[in-house]
């Protein structure tokens, strides 16, 4: 019983292999997550645990995916930057997406219980993504920054909408309170009515998480004479600092060299 | 701090919609399942378990997306028809691909301690997946056709080869001892070495697994006279049977008519 | 001196093959022939010289490339119907758009002159053109249908328009006086004004051109008693009738089948 | 009338943009070129008239179509690059590609008579095309380099088939001479049996042909006193040069630059 008769059928898989040399970028995104922090009830406008899972599945991803080299999350959204010249699946779309967000969420619900020992995962997640190519470093740290200058706008946003909530007034006044407020006006607001400076709200709020490997010195062994002995070693790390300026890819310039 | 400068990196998300009134099948694989298949101990040829967490989790699929009308699971691959009109997510390749593929995985790790209660999940499972377009009910059928013979080829000679194995002949022996057989062959080997009737094997390992609604009649109450009362109800059945001649579609043909 | 060392941008040529099974449409539309059709003196709102070479050159077209089997042209454009099975290429979207509109265009060029033996063509004219797929048969004939719906929209209005013009109405005055008329109010427009009865013009101006292979008997030779032999022969024919109702589907079903 | 009922099918064209920000090269090919050079008894190895003729098509290109940078063509194929930050027709592959395609065939047949006054020309010529895109000026130039090598290749091995053939040999045999020679061995045998020396050969067979805009010094007027006044413009001309080193590069680099 040979399969000949029906293998014609393949020919209807058609390639979808993204253009080669190109930053390509995997972003997932949670699938109504609006209404699954609300079933797992997760503090608002930031749950720190929440983003710690998410910032460990993105850790997990760069230790399984040696081709993605950095990771900017915010919220329920990670964006995975694979490196220009990966040929990871013969960089076929459908390949990576499906199997990169399959990890994610695998990962997400292995490592749910130990960011949230006291709260059972009521159903299963699920995480959209799609693959996107960029054709020079400048447009990906672009890119980038554009992430970040909605994380920035969103959390300020948020922060001012849920301080008002929380001190009694209702979602649709706060909405109203908020309409057309600039940058500083929602600055002054945290400041005047609730005594908050917004710079010195946790920076895992304001600017997001990045997630790189990173050349460290670690103890490896000790001397005879006792002394510790360090050897340097990749290491896959957590930050949250400003990726719009130049100063951190300055200072990390490996990353976007080839 | 409007986004604005940075917006036009939108601009690189090309469109990836599917040509519509085509049937849509997704298929998830089970990446690197053979080293899985291992790390978790799986009976071989055929772990029941876990084809029946596959099935649990494909049923759940068709719970949660109701454009898919049928699937058929063989092993750790199930395939997924989306209906002829279904306009899911518009008909873009990466969404429908990530979030099922997302949804399929997160499932299977919620699941995994049901069908497994004593072994522990090692590490996350995940799944590839793609989506192709048929652009008629019989080439559709071909295609499920094409993995049924697949499933039969693949279950006939993996029987025969762990049978040869657990016997006592090493893998290789067990190799050379099937090279060249035909169907007939191994159903001779089978019988007469092991005393074994192929066709009286369980039909989920000879035939896989097919998913589907199903009209049923429940009782849903019971009269004052104590007699039960039934009404019509779709209900998500998984199926072992013929899927490549005529008689499932022409009892099932609501499957395939639009 | 091998080229070995540059064949590597090779890998930038992605694939675009087309769906298997599918009707490929090629429409070719041609490209700011409103400035083409004035610097050419084009009779309006219909010049039958400048149809009558579309449609020759759409002759050619089924002539060149056998697996058209059936054109449709109206005014500037022309959608032409490779059959289902046609694997012209292995189905490259470039590959097909490119040469059948080269083939076209070339072929406009040099029947120019046959056509407007005393009007030399003042500058090279172009035609876009792109492939579209559709799943079945019955989509198939609502995309003809389609277009030949839009030929007698446009006919219509363009008649009533040019009419007003003709008599000494601006092309605002005509504008306005043709706004929100239905087809009803422009029959009658052309009748009350014009005495012309619509349905009694020319049909290639009301229904466009389709251009199809035919049975035809021809006259091969004489016998010797002096009587005509006849054969059938497929020959390549233009009509201009109706293609929205059963009628023509009918009597040319060979078209649509495979 | 109106046409509503129909236009769903228009949600079959699917997008087929580039990817922004990326040279795209247009490569144009003369179809079945072998056949069509003898039906017009083109001169061999080349027919400078048959040069001459694609590379004003080529000039003309570059008149129509502004975001056209830089062309290279060699015997019956052109290949055009479109500057990084076009936005022609939206990046549309099949806009672009049949556009181009088909204004290039009507140019080469309307220019026929001014290149061969004394041929007619038999029949249509057809060009095929496609658009790649890559993502970085040295990968163009690669790309480019990669077409020039390929000219020198094929030229030597033409230059010497064809002095053995008019020498007297079969094809055949000819053929068998040249089996494994290097270039050092063809200019060998050019010199020894012909007394030809290779790179004495004109330019435009050695190096193709390059179609570029320059800025030009151009008489516009004279002075009262009689003198010519210069005013620079840019001109579209044609060179036969090297294109795989840097000196062409660094003399043109306004070509690359944004």
Chains 1, 2, 3, 4 share one sequence.
Request: proline share 4%; net charge positive; hydrophobic share 35%.
């Amino acid at each position: 019983m040979a399969n000949s008769k029906y293998e014609y059928v393949k020919s209807f898989e058609l390639k979808d292999n993204l253009l080669p040399q190109t930053w390509m970028v995997l972003r997932i995104d949670g699938c109504h997550f609006h209404k699954f922090s609300q079933a797992h009830d997760f503090e608002k406008p930031n749950d720190e645990c929440a983003l710690r899972l998410m910032n460990e599945c993105a850790v997990d991803m760069l230790m399984e995916f040696p081709d993605m080299v950095f990771a900017y999350g915010v919220s329920d959204e990670y964006s995975f930057v694979l490196k220009r010249t990966s040929t990871f699946y013969q960089r076929r779309a459908s390949k990576i997406v499906s199997l990169t967000v399959s990890f994610f969420s695998s990962t997400y619900v292995m490592k749910w219980s130990k960011f949230f020992p006291h709260k059972e995962l009521q159903y299963p997640p699920s995480f959209d993504g799609r693959v996107v190519c960029y054709p020079s470093s400048s447009i990906l740290r672009d890119y980038l920054a554009w992430r970040q200058v909605d994380c920035h706008i969103n959390n300020q946003y948020n922060t001012c909408f849920w301080m008002l909530v929380k001190s009694g007034k209702s979602p649709k006044d706060a909405q109203n309170r908020l309409k057309g407020t600039q940058t500083q006006d929602k600055n002054e607001l945290l400041f005047q009515e609730f005594g908050i400076n917004y710079n010195t709200l946790p920076e895992i709020f304001r600017k997001g998480s990045c997630v790189l490997r990173k050349e460290v010195e670690e103890i490896v062994k000790h001397s005879e004479a006792g002394d510790p002995v360090r050897r340097p070693r990749k290491k896959i790390v957590v930050q949250h600092c400003d990726i719009i300026g130049n100063k951190f890819w300055d200072e990390h310039s490996y990353l976007l060299s080839d």
